[in-house]
């Protein structure tokens, strides 16, 4: 094994051709590993990263997958970086490896959908947790939530290739923002952060700058945000979803404003007009 994780950032050298004239340049580019999650030496799932904030991905993955229901479930977390990737070694508490490896023999078949490590389609469409919380934000709160990204998306504003996903506290700010080249592990990356610092989703938005598929809306419900706002567009299956789990979802977030798809209730859209 080597001994360290690789940076997040490569240097290289590419040729430039602009304005009918060639020139070499150094360029910032996202680095990307392979990143193997395992419980108790059995491995679950690989997944392509950016070898950054992996306790984090490792947490956020289990809880979105349903493998734990809290950070404290897992016993133990290393990163171990080897020379085909990185290990994400985890040793679960009794109690919850017997419930994986019930659930491991329950869905193991000749056949898997292949979808971020999920072996049966009924997983990956499994109806989301209902959001329950009341939270109530006025539409220049949202606005200013989305303002507040480009600054903290320190890994992007280098290499221009990596998706964000971002915690705005409705009275704190924004508390979070975890960065990937995969837009599912940025939001499980933020997941693992909020619940390795005991930070409730309940009081705020989670943002995203990614389009909006049903997985980052079963994410979000896991979470138990209950606004998700991206700057791009849902899929149809991702409203539906939404709407089941009780979130408003706004989309096409952009400076003059965005787009209601779910719930709408949780918006106040009054407050613009006061502003404006």
């Known amino acids: ?41 059995v491995t679950h799932a690989v997944m392509m990263a950016t070898p950054s904030d992996l306790e984090d991905f490792a947490v956020g993955f289990s809880l979105s997958e349903g493998i734990i229901a809290a950070a404290s479930e897992i016993e133990t977390l290393e990163v171990l970086p080897c020379d085909a990737g990185i290990e994400l070694r ?12 019930e659930r491991r023999r329950h869905l193991a078949g000749p056949t898997g959908c292949g979808l971020c490590g999920l072996e049966s389609l009924e997983q990956a469409t499994r ?35 990596v998706h964000a996903a971002a915690f705005w506290h409705g009275t704190r700010g924004l508390l979070a923002l975890r960065e990937d080249v995969g837009r599912h592990n940025a939001v499980d990356k933020l997941a693992g952060a909020l619940a390795r610092s005991g930070t409730s989703a ?28 991206a700057v791009s567009a849902p899929t149809a299956l991702a409203v539906r979803t939404a709407e089941a789990a009780n979130i408003t979802l706004a989309a096409i977030a952009r400076d003059d404003g965005f787009e209601i798809f779910t719930h709408p209730r949780r918006i106040d859209i009054r407050a613009a007009a006061h502003v404006a």
Do not use: C
């Open 127 to 161: 109806p989301p947790p209902v959001v329950k919380s009341d939270l109530r934000l006025s539409a220049e709160s949202i606005r200013s939530a989305i303002r507040s990204l480009p600054a903290a998306q320190r890994l992007n504003q280098e290499v221009h290739a």
């Open 202 to 229: 309940e009081g705020g938005i989670v943002l995203l700058t990614s389009r909006v598929s049903v997985e980052m809306v079963q994410k979000a419900a896991v979470m138990g945000t209950s606004i998700v706002v």
């Open 90 to 101: 985890m040793w679960l508490s009794v109690p919850t490896n017997h419930a994986f490896t």
């Open 1 to 41: 094994m080597t001994s360290q994780t690789p940076e997040p950032i490569s240097q290289v050298r590419p040729s430039s051709w602009r304005n009918g004239g060639l020139r070499t340049w150094e360029r910032s580019i996202p680095e990307e590993t392979a990143v193997a999650l395992t419980y108790n030496r």
